[in-house]
């Protein structure tokens, strides 16, 4: 399966984000991408810098203009897309929600962020109710996907779960970055904990992980910090956790990589985790803490 990543830079002019998108897009699908992810709340800026009842303006239904745009883009070029959305379900209610368009543009599938960080610089709890839908992978033409989004990346159990329900790869959009005032080796220590936590769930559960984050610097409107720079760093790791590729930290790119899923089963029988899983002894792990 050929996967196109596309790593972009966005601006507070969503029109503008969305056609370069649709052109990286394009770029993708003729390079070969059958299956193409985009990162996280792509359409626009990553508003959760700031707690702004205004902003809200910017949710939309599932389906609505986002899906309809990108579904006839995922028809006309033959495509499997992975959209990250602000979702407005009802007056008050909205998610952070990824949709699956399946290649005749309808929607194969949606999953609602489970995971809600509420971090200086990432106010999403004001904006986003926690998921309801549980940890489903989603069908389409190209194999069953585990999607799940940006905070929930750091959590072994929502990837343990997808692939127990029968997902063959997670996908995780994301929009990570620093805050101006860390220390270089802090900068390090954060960018290589995200990217060995993932690697580890493709190893634990002999799955590729696809994670395709934004880039670029985007002032904080309120003044409080000095915004964030989106460290990029999108990758592909294998069912062993090993780097089939990892993009740039501050450049847009589109790059298609090939996945084997067929390789993941020859894994699961050289470390056979799911065999020898104690699920016996794992009540704890549905309690909040245990000491």
């Known amino acids: 399966m050929k996967v196109g990543l596309i790593q972009q830079s966005n601006t507070a002019d969503r029109a503008a984000n969305v056609e370069k998108l649709k052109g990286n ?32 303006d910017q949710a939309e239904p599932i389906p609505g203009p986002s899906t309809d745009t990108f579904g006839a883009l995922a028809k006309e070029l033959g495509i499997v897309l992975v959209l990250s959305l602000f979702e407005r ?36 709890k004001f904006y986003f109710t926690p998921g309801d839908l549980g940890f ?32 063959e790869v997670l996908i995780y959009p994301t929009a990570i970055g620093w805050e101006s005032s860390d220390t270089e080796a802090e900068k390090k220590r954060q960018l290589d904990a995200w990217m ?22 985007e002032p904080d409107p309120s003044g409080q910090t000095r915004g964030i720079q989106f460290w990029g760093n999108s990758f592909v790791a294998g069912p062993q956790g090993e780097l089939l590729t990892v993009l740039p930290d501050n450049e847009e790119t589109v790059r298609v990589v090939e996945i084997d899923k067929v390789r993941c089963e020859n894994v699961r029988r050289w470390w056979p985790f799911f065999r020898d899983r104690r699920i016996d002894a794992f009540g704890g792990l549905t309690e909040r803490f245990l000491r």
């Open 25 to 56: 897009i394009r770029k993708a699908a003729a390079e070969g991408a059958e299956l193409v992810v985009l990162q996280e709340l792509h359409n626009g800026l990553y508003f959760c810098q700031t707690e702004d009842p205004s902003l809200f």
């Open 89 to 124: 379900r009802a007056p008050g209610l909205y998610h952070n929600t990824a949709v699956v368009l399946e290649r005749d543009g309808s929607i194969a599938g949606k999953y609602r962020k489970m995971h809600i960080p509420d971090d200086p610089a990432y106010y999403e």
């Open 136 to 167: 489903e992978p989603i069908e389409t033409s190209v194999g069953w996907l585990g999607v799940l989004v940006c905070w929930d990346q750091w959590y072994p159990e929502a990837a343990r779960l997808m692939a127990m329900r029968g997902a």
């Open 196 to 217: 060995t936590v993932q690697r580890g769930h493709a190893v634990a559960n002999g799955l590729p992980v696809i994670t395709v984050n934004r880039t670029g610097h």
